[in-house]
């Protein structure tokens, strides 16, 4: 690993262990990266630290040296600054995308023990009872909260939001039955699952997750504008000559092809989608689009 980016001359090299993954992997690529550790900013709702580093980057000169590696959360948290009539504190055109490196289709799980066993009987009930079926997320306006407004948007139901702290309480929370269902990367629910403790219901992502080949997706099911990724990409500030650009996006194709990071990331069931350029940017600006009408559906949220 060490040896691919030497090799493409950049004088980095990083030991790579599985509980470090993506973001100090990525780091090994540029000279400055600010990014947010799994658990941290957006998987705990919107923080005042998440905007100020991504606005950071925004400002930086664009050299290339100040990099951002960015959850899907880049979108939302302009858009809610707009509706608490808040200048953002950056919008999406200030940066250049480089690469994407996953993208998470989000699941759908309720606990073993609820009487929905498929994702029709959940929006079934859904309607019949809006706002009683319960869920829990990573806070408001965050990642795990869109999945789900996408979805009640789509469907037609109402359901009831329960905020937390962050992602690991949003899971203690359905796993100790205070909620009835979560929006989750496959990652970390895939253990509970085998343990029987939760029931996947549906995908948000365009295919089937590779270890649940049985779980349907909601574009299936008829609700193809929910689709939700929690993705990861890396991006420059704007005006980063194209020739830096280009040298980076190397860069990262070959770290992310190295053996030892899709071992890592092959077990902790995370896809490695690797996206650059053009492809990248449509992905990136459509995202965006989907993502900023679901936090205007939402509306405004006061902090209670």
């Not at 001359?9 to 100090?24: D, M, Q, T, V, W």
Request: glycine share 10%; charged share 20%.
């Amino acid at each position: 690993m060490a040896e691919t980016l030497q090799n493409l001359g950049l004088g980095f090299s990083i030991a790579l262990s599985p509980p470090i993954l993506l973001y100090a992997f990525v780091g090994c690529v540029v000279g400055t990266l600010v990014g947010v550790l799994p658990g941290v900013g957006p998987l705990a709702g919107i923080s005042l630290l998440l905007p100020a580093r991504m606005q950071f980057v925004a400002t930086s000169k664009p050299d290339g040296y100040t990099l951002l590696l960015a959850l899907s959360s880049i979108s939302i948290i302009p858009e809610a600054d707009k509706l608490f009539g808040r200048p953002p504190a950056f919008t999406v055109d200030q940066f250049a995308p480089i690469a994407l490196v996953s993208a998470d289709p989000t699941i759908l799980v309720v606990p073993a023990d609820k009487p929905w066993k498929t994702a029709a009987d959940f929006i079934e009930d859904a309607r019949k009872r809006p706002g009683q079926i319960s869920y829990s997320s990573s806070g408001v306006y965050g990642t795990l909260h869109m999945a789900m407004e996408l979805l009640a948007h789509a469907a037609g139901v109402k359901l009831r939001h329960v905020p937390y702290a962050g992602a690991g309480p949003a899971l203690t929370a359905i796993l100790g039955g205070h909620v009835d269902a979560l929006a989750s990367g496959p990652a970390v629910v895939l253990p509970h699952i085998k343990a029987g403790k939760l029931r996947p219901l549906a995908g948000w992502g365009d295919k089937r997750v590779a270890a649940l080949p049985e779980v349907p997706t909601f574009k299936e099911l008829g609700y193809p504008e929910a689709e939700f990724y929690i993705w990861a990409g890396l991006f420059a500030p704007r005006g980063t000559p194209e020739p830096v650009l280009a040298k980076l996006r190397e860069a990262l194709r070959a770290s992310v092809n190295d053996g030892d990071f899709k071992a890592a990331m092959d077990k902790l069931e995370t896809p490695v989608v690797f996206k650059q350029g053009d492809e990248f940017t449509k992905f990136f600006e459509a995202d965006a689009r989907r993502l900023a009408e679901g936090v205007r559906k939402v509306g405004r949220i006061e902090p209670k």
